[in-house]
């Protein structure tokens, strides 16, 4: 069938909060997993669960009892994760409350504890995530869904998601496993869990971190295996069921409910997010285009429309088109406001060796502003017009602003 045995791993011990415990082990008949370990005390919440399962590559204590959500960890080395006790409350309310208020705070936090490098990832994570809140997703949408861009229990990695990969079907999970580790099988309350993506069958994240008291028990993949046989699938889940019950048909009923009203929750929360995430582009676009008569009141749309107006008059003063920025636009695939920056910078660029010759060409110090010379060339555009001098201001070159200025003479 495929398999390689490594070592027998009875018993495994695992250190609790609650001091040392053992997990039992079960003889199971089975070649490709001989014994299924089941925790000998733990105490069953309040509520109702659902009974996931998590792969992991490693059974050492350290791992079992630290399965912390990626926005809880801090890198430190190549293959070496920390938990960040600094950023972990704010991790834990952010996986509570997915809004934009509580992720600005956790970045802000992050920040302070990588590298520069580190930081401007994190800044470019929550850019895209703005971004895809103002195309019409959640907070709580978009983190989730980039949950499953991780590599699972597969590796060490780090992120802003505050939650942990799991699966309600066994088979996925022992996917994210090698022969060194194994499967944990948890009874999650449903409070604590999301949908990771409807598409995905099974594919679930759980909120924050995994309490060893949720971990009821662990199936040993010390194997190397080709193909997981069925009949050793549902042999497993008969023994997991025997020792801890089946799952509630109820479970499942009650976490469908649980979902329609975290859209409702969800799509109060979006109308708020998008307003702030507004309001901070408006004053980072103050920031950015000082030169462009703003105001802090002025709607973020029309912000945009002010900046690109300056920016198009700018290009036209010297024969450039506009159209340029729509080029700029589809080819960088940036947040718009990226965009306007690379725009202006490649306007700048242009002033800087074009815009001499036309201050030469109005007759105005060389050494003028781009806005004195855009004043300048407007004044002189609107004397020709007025002295019947037909201009087509959205097509001219400096040849023809030259004509111009010599037939005003």
């Not at 990626?70 to 006790?85: F, H, K, L, M, Q």
């Not at 934009?100 to 520069?116: A, G, P, Q």
């Not at 699966?167 to 944990?184: F, H, K, P, Y």
Request: proline residues 4%; aromatic residues 6%.
């Amino acid at each position: 069938m495929g398999y390689t045995h490594s070592m027998d791993l009875e018993p495994i011990r695992i250190k609790t909060n609650e001091g040392l415990s053992a997990y039992k082990p079960v003889e199971t008949g089975i070649d490709a997993f001989p014994k299924i370990y089941f925790r000998k005390e733990y105490f069953d919440p309040n509520e109702t669960t659902m009974r996931v399962y998590r792969g992991i590559t490693s059974l050492s204590s350290e791992i079992i009892d630290n399965q912390m959500c990626y926005a809880g960890r801090i890198d430190t080395s190549p293959g070496e994760v920390r938990i960040g006790n600094k950023i972990e409350p704010l991790a834990e309310t952010l996986a509570n409350e997915p809004v934009y208020d509580n992720l600005t705070r956790y970045i802000e936090e992050r920040v302070k504890s990588v590298n520069f490098k580190q930081s401007e990832k994190l800044s470019q994570q929550l850019w895209e995530i703005e971004d895809e809140v103002l195309k019409g997703r959640s907070v709580r949408e978009i983190l989730t869904f980039n949950q499953i861009l991780h590599p699972g229990g597969l590796s060490t990695d780090i992120g802003i998601e505050p939650y942990l990969s799991a699966s309600t079907i066994l088979e996925d999970a022992m996917r994210w496993t090698n022969q060194n580790g194994g499967v944990l099988v948890m009874d999650i309350p449903l409070s604590r869990i999301e949908t990771a993506k409807k598409e995905l069958v099974g594919e679930v994240a759980v909120k924050f971190s995994i309490n060893p008291n949720e971990i009821k028990a662990i199936i040993p993949t010390n194997l190397i295996h080709e193909k997981i046989m069925s009949d050793d699938l549902e042999k497993i889940h008969q023994i997991i069921d025997q020792n801890l019950g089946n799952q509630s048909k109820e479970s499942m009923g009650l976490w469908q409910q649980q979902e329609k009203v975290k859209k409702q929750i969800d799509m109060e929360a979006w109308k708020h997010d998008v307003e702030k995430i507004k309001a901070r582009r408006v004053g980072y676009l103050m920031r950015k285009f000082p030169e462009v008569s703003i105001d802090s009141n002025d709607n973020y749309e029309l912000v945009k429309q002010k900046i690109k107006d300056n920016l198009t008059e700018r290009i036209k003063l010297f024969g450039g088109s506009p159209e340029v920025y729509e080029l700029s636009k589809q080819e960088l695939g940036k947040p718009e406001e990226f965009i306007l920056l690379e725009y202006k910078k490649m306007i700048e660029n242009i002033e800087e060796r074009k815009l001499p010759e036309i201050a030469t060409i109005l007759g105005i110090s060389t050494y003028s502003s781009p806005e004195e010379i855009l004043i300048k060339r407007n004044d002189v555009l609107n004397e020709a017009e007025q002295r019947g001098i037909t201009i087509d201001r959205e097509n001219y070159s400096r040849n023809q602003l030259r004509k111009i200025v010599t037939q005003l003479k």
